[in-house]
């Protein structure tokens, strides 16, 4: 069975909302971020950054969640879920899985960094306006891709999907404008999605037991 390491409301909830879109079974293992336990020898000898998601897949232990993402979903699922190697669908799905974690969500992580993850002797609060800035040209690029799609790849969900609506769902809770209506409609139209729920609501369940 699948192993997901994760704690609520961080990055493992891209995983965890894949793994019920597919409807796979899996094993989620809580890592505990405000105690510690990502800094835990056991767990670092599992992903030296200390950081989650990290899955284990029959013997294969992957993390960053754009990498499993595109893992599970080759693996496990179906040509709506990813496109076929080769094909320009699969290209456009690579290039905004990209995007989400390289220019959408780098300047939300640059924020969080500094102010809440980095040592606080290493916190510039002085960034905060250049993130802000990077972040509304993200979404300019972002707005203009999905253009009057329903979807990024189209007409159909996709895993590439889970990737940039739960970006522009941290964008909403950094409290960063979407000025982009399309934008708006796109985030809440796949944040509605039911495995999403379920998702959110066993790894919620996780730190209650």
Not at 100 to 107: A, D, R, T
Not at 134 to 152: P, V
Request: aromatic share 10%.
């Amino acid at each position: 069975m699948i192993k997901v390491y994760g704690f609520p409301h961080s990055r493992s909830l891209r995983i965890t909302w894949l793994l019920e879109e597919l409807g796979l079974e899996y094993d989620y293992q809580l890592i505990n971020l405000s105690k510690g336990d990502n800094r835990a020898a056991e767990f670092l000898a599992i992903n030296p950054a200390g950081k989650v998601p990290v899955i284990e897949d029959d013997g294969l232990v992957i993390f960053e969640s754009a990498a499993i993402v595109s893992h599970l979903s080759d693996k496990y699922g179906d040509a709506q879920i990813i496109p076929a190697p080769g094909t320009d669908a699969r290209g456009l799905f690579e290039q905004w899985s990209y995007f989400s974690v390289c220019e959408l969500e780098q300047p939300l992580w640059t924020i969080g960094k500094h102010k809440f993850a980095l040592p606080a002797k290493h916190r510039v609060k002085e960034i905060f306006a250049t993130a802000s800035w990077e972040f509304q040209q993200a979404l300019k690029i972002l707005s203009q891709g999905l253009g009057d799609k329903d979807y990024l790849l189209g007409a159909a969900f996709s895993a590439v999907d889970i990737l940039v609506a739960h970006t522009l769902n941290w964008g909403v809770k950094f409290e960063q404008p979407i000025p982009q209506a399309n934008l708006n409609a796109y985030r809440e139209r796949v944040m509605a999605r039911p495995a999403r729920a379920k998702a959110l609501a066993r790894e919620t369940q996780s730190l209650e037991g």
